[in-house]
Structure formats: structure tokens, C-alpha cells
């Protein structure tokens, strides 16, 4: 009933940059928080960044000054744009949302599949 799909992960040097997006589909009423997470292997899944409705965000340390979350309310779409790379951020990065469907009570956090990004030194 709910979809999120991610795109623009694949391999870069260190240094580079890439985006991604993260498009939410079907019967949606509202959407709050919207989220990147990020699992390296061997790790557990950490919080990259987190942006609400309203526009405020937060930052992992780690990526702080070189990551930037935005959404556009209008496509149900969050990005995370991500600036000078670096090997430790190679990890499968997943979006979430925290969002209301249309004629369900009660507010739950969907998550997309997961999109691969590799950092090569």
C-alpha cells in the first residue's frame, strides 16, 4: 500500500559526491520524519540524518558538515545529498518515513529497501 524506493547509490572515489533520493508512493495522508540510516557490514544499523515536516534537522557526528537531508513535500521525496566521501561511509543506506495512510488510524515508519554505496580509496 506503501512504498518507499531509493535511488542514486553506486561507487565513488574518495572525495566525491553522491545524492539520493528516496520517493514515497501509494495511499499516503501525511507524512512526518523522514529519515537515512546506514549499515556497514558487521554493524548495526546507525541514524544518518533525520529531517520533520517542518524542516528541521539532525546529523550523525560522523557526517555533519559534509551530508545534507532535504525533502520536498510535494513529491514525497527526501534526499541526502553527500559531500567528500570517504571509505567509512560505504555502507547499504536506507530511507525511512514516518507517515499516516489514507482511512488507517495511527502514524507507523516504513522503510525502503536499501541502496549500496561504496567509497573506494
Known amino acids: 500500500q506503501v512504498q518507499l524506493v531509493e535511488s542514486g547509490g553506486g561507487l565513488v572515489q574518495a572525495g566525491g559526491s553522491l545524492r539520493l533520493s528516496c520517493a514515497a508512493s501509494?495511499?499516503?495522508?501525511?507524512?512526518?520524519?523522514m529519515g537515512w540510516y546506514r549499515q556497514a557490514p558487521g554493524k548495526q544499523r546507525e541514524l544518518v540524518a533525520v529531517?520533520?515536516?517542518?524542516?528541521?534537522?539532525n546529523y550523525a557526528d560522523s557526517v555533519k558538515g559534509r551530508f545534507t537531508i532535504s525533502r520536498d513535500n510535494a513529491k514525497n521525496t527526501s534526499y541526502l545529498q553527500m559531500n567528500s566521501l570517504k571509505p567509512e561511509d560505504t555502507a547499504v543506506y536506507y530511507c525511512?518515513?514516518?507517515?499516516?495512510?489514507?482511512?488507517?488510524?495511527?502514524?507507523?515508519?516504513?522503510w525502503g529497501q536499501g541502496t549500496q554505496v561504496t567509497v573506494s580509496s
Open positions: 525511512n518515513a514516518d507517515l499516516q495512510v489514507v482511512a488507517i488510524m495511527g502514524r507507523y515508519r516504513y
Open positions: 529531517i520533520t515536516s517542518g524542516g528541521s534537522t
Open positions: 501509494g495511499s499516503i495522508f501525511s507524512i512526518n520524519a
